[in-house]
């Protein structure tokens, strides 16, 4: 049974790049006594026991290979098909069994995984075929480190070759410092790595919470004591008597957008009309009021397209791609033909409520959705939501109480955010310092038996 692969990982914080230790790691353990430089910017110095060698000269780089020929449906005796992200299918056959570095040939190329069992490796992988000299482990440390963004392009599709790939010089003790230092980070990382991943536990269950309070004020209220009524509208339940039921719609005007044709040049020079498109997704769903977007347009393009000014405190909506993602106009705009606007009577409804409507309205909106590829919510559906509303001095009260319950919530989220950078920095830092020796750690690494950098092959 071959279904299960072990010990496979993944650095997330990314290269230290420089090859600069950090001051607040190094404090804290012993320095080697002797040193020598290396001529290497990105090694420094290093211990003058060690040598500096290239990956090809520690591991003989191959290239994985296409699965579709090899692939298979029994997870129980099949090998796991490794990419970028990990395993994600199985295959009859393997290109290697026992100890491995994968790295990305082509795509995602800065997230090496270390894996001890056998694999298939697809065709924009690499994977190595470790020298005796050298521990697997330890070679995985190591290539977090890598520069990765030396050998960034500016296409969409970043690519690593065997040559550059295997140029890269390493600091590097004998084999059984090697097993030492890698058993240290094992131990190490793990610990980060928990604390990691609880910050992030926190953040969903901080993320959820949000979601629950302003699900709970658009469709029951902040009264507690109010007589219900049931709404008729599944998603929406039993809602406050006084409120009304109604097609959003009817509440406000809604606005289509538009893209100026660009292949007439003149739409497109001395733009200085904000322009909300998909290339604000990003924007759009972390921010409550939008005031810049990627692109603008100009007068003309709007004259001579579908497109229109909008008034500020529109409630901009994505209609494709990623369904619903909103924000309140703080200027004049336009939009692109992939979102839509709602356009507000003040006297009627804030824009803070609706906005806070179409947040609560997530998983109603994921049922109109549609599309294999690009998801997309249809014009006539768009036409059928529905919510309840309260009076407009009620709405003011909602809002005030969300607003202020949210933002407690998104200041302990940022905090979290704040906790893993700093955290996967000095994870990332760590290794660093221990691969080029800026720490001795050998009085520290207490190797377990069978942990990583075993030479026989691990199944």
């Not at 084999?175 to 793990?190: G, N, P, V």
């Not at 994921?366 to 939501?385: N, S």
């Amino acid at each position: 049974m071959h279904k299960s692969t072990q010990n496979l990982s993944a650095c997330d914080a990314g290269p230290q790049g420089e090859g600069r230790e950090s001051p607040s790691i190094v404090g804290k353990y012993q320095r080697y006594e002797h040193y020598k430089e290396t001529g290497i910017e990105r090694l420094g110095s290093v211990p003058a026991h060690w040598t500096t060698k290239r990956l090809k000269h520690m591991a003989r780089i191959k290239n994985g290979q296409d699965y579709k020929h090899v692939e298979t449906s029994d997870s129980e005796n099949g090998y796991p098909v490794i990419g970028s992200g990990g395993p994600f299918t199985y295959a009859t056959k393997f290109v290697h069994r026992g100890e491995s570095v994968l790295l990305g040939r082509k795509g995602t190329i800065d997230k090496p995984l270390y894996i001890d069992d056998a694999f298939w490796t697809v065709d924009t992988m690499f994977y190595t075929e470790v020298q005796a000299t050298s521990c697997a482990k330890y070679l995985y440390y190591c290539s977090l480190t890598i520069p990765f963004g030396y050998y960034s392009t500016n296409t969409a599709l970043p690519s690593m070759t065997q040559e550059d790939l295997g140029g890269n010089q390493f600091s590097v003790p004998d084999i059984d410092e090697q097993r030492q230092i890698a058993s240290f980070l094992d131990h190490e990382t793990a610990k980060i790595d928990i604390l990691i991943d609880k910050q992030q536990q926190l953040i969903q269950l901080l993320k959820e919470k949000r979601q629950a309070v302003i699900s709970h004020a658009v469709t029951k209220g902040i009264d507690s004591n109010v007589p219900m009524k049931d709404s008729g509208v599944e998603w929406l339940g039993e809602v406050p008597e006084h409120w009304s039921v109604a097609r959003v719609k009817f509440i406000s005007k809604l606005e289509s957008g538009h893209t100026p044709d660009k292949k007439i040049e003149a739409y497109w020079m001395d733009c200085n009309i904000p322009w909300v498109s998909l290339n604000d997704s990003k924007t759009l769903k972390n921010v409550d009021y939008i005031s810049e977007t990627k692109f603008n347009v100009n007068a003309l393009g709007i004259e001579n397209s579908s497109a229109r000014m909008l008034p500020k405190n529109c409630v901009v909506f994505t209609r494709d791609a990623s369904i619903g993602l909103t924000a309140i106009t703080t200027c004049e705009m336009a939009v692109s033909q992939h979102l839509i606007a709602w356009v507000v009577d003040p006297k009627n409804i804030s824009p803070e409520y609706l906005l806070l409507v179409f947040y609560a309205m997530e998983k109603e909106l994921d049922r109109y959705t549609f599309g294999a590829t690009i998801k997309t919510i249809g014009m006539a559906d768009v036409k059928k939501l529905v919510c309840a509303f309260p009076d407009r001095a009620s709405q003011d009260r909602i809002t005030d109480y969300v607003f202020n319950k949210k933002k407690a919530i998104d200041s302990a989220v940022a905090k979290a955010v704040d906790s893993i950078a700093l955290m996967q920095e000095r994870r990332t830092a760590l290794i660093a310092a221990a691969v080029t020796g800026k720490i001795d750690v050998r009085h520290h690494a207490s190797r377990p038996a069978g942990s990583a950098c075993n030479t026989e092959m691990v199944l």
